[in-house]
């Protein structure tokens, strides 16, 4: 059976905010709780047009559970100065299904490598501290069908293991949507199951 650790993950509640300038240039990073690949577009196309004065909008993201889909950009600074110091206070803080983005406004006076990198990093951070971090669960969904005289074990089964109830049809056949957490899941499915007449089907 799975540990309830492994089905838990980290991300941000709302949108926040970081400052950092170095030798004039302004680093001004946003992180964002976003779900989709899509989401990270339409964000990052706003923020262009909203900041269409600044040198540069690099960003990083990294999206789902199991943090294994992500994307990091330097937007034409040098290669690994700043999509990649982003992307790592991302993983310093195990963080998942966020998107930051700092915006450059250049000072005149080139940083360097070493100093875009150190930019880029602490702007993320600041960011970052300054978002209320929140741990969720990782939930599932299962649909049970079973005949109407077996509601009442069904019933007895839902209110001691807790599933959401998303969805429920009550006639001389019933069917129930359920949501739980993905440890959970399969002891759920096993004590429905052992209820006469009571079967899974497809959502």
């Given at each position: 059976m799975?540990?309830?650790?492994?089905?838990?993950y980290r991300t941000i509640k709302a949108v926040s905010r970081g400052d950092y300038s170095e030798k004039r240039s302004r680093f001004i990073a946003f992180a964002f709780p976003v779900k989709t690949v899509e989401e990270v577009k339409g964000i990052l196309e706003e923020y262009?047009?909203?900041?269409?004065?600044?040198r540069h909008v690099c960003w990083a993201y990294m999206l789902g559970p199991e943090r294994e889909i992500y994307r990091q950009?330097?937007?034409?600074?040098?290669?690994?100065t700043a999509g990649k110091?982003?992307?790592?206070?991302?993983?310093?803080?195990?963080?998942?299904?966020i998107l930051i983005l700092v915006i450059r406004y250049f000072g005149g006076i080139l940083l360097g490598t070493s100093g875009l990198i150190v930019a880029y990093r602490t702007a993320a951070a600041e960011a970052i501290a300054a978002a209320t971090i929140e741990e969720r669960t990782v939930d599932e969904t299962v649909r049970i069908a079973f005949e109407y005289p077996f509601l009442d074990r069904i019933m007895r089964?839902?209110?001691?293991?807790?599933p959401e109830v998303l969805s429920r049809q009550f006639d001389m056949s019933c069917r129930?949507?359920?949501?739980?957490?993905?440890?959970?899941?399969?002891n759920l499915k096993e004590r429905l199951l052992k209820v006469e007449t009571a079967k899974i089907v497809e959502i």
């Open positions: 799975m540990a309830e650790t492994d089905d838990t262009r047009r909203k900041y269409y004065d600044a950009n330097d937007d034409s600074e040098p290669s690994g110091p982003i992307l790592g206070q991302i993983n310093s803080n195990e963080l998942t299904d089964i839902i209110k001691e293991e807790e129930m949507t359920l949501s739980i957490r993905r440890s959970r899941m399969e």
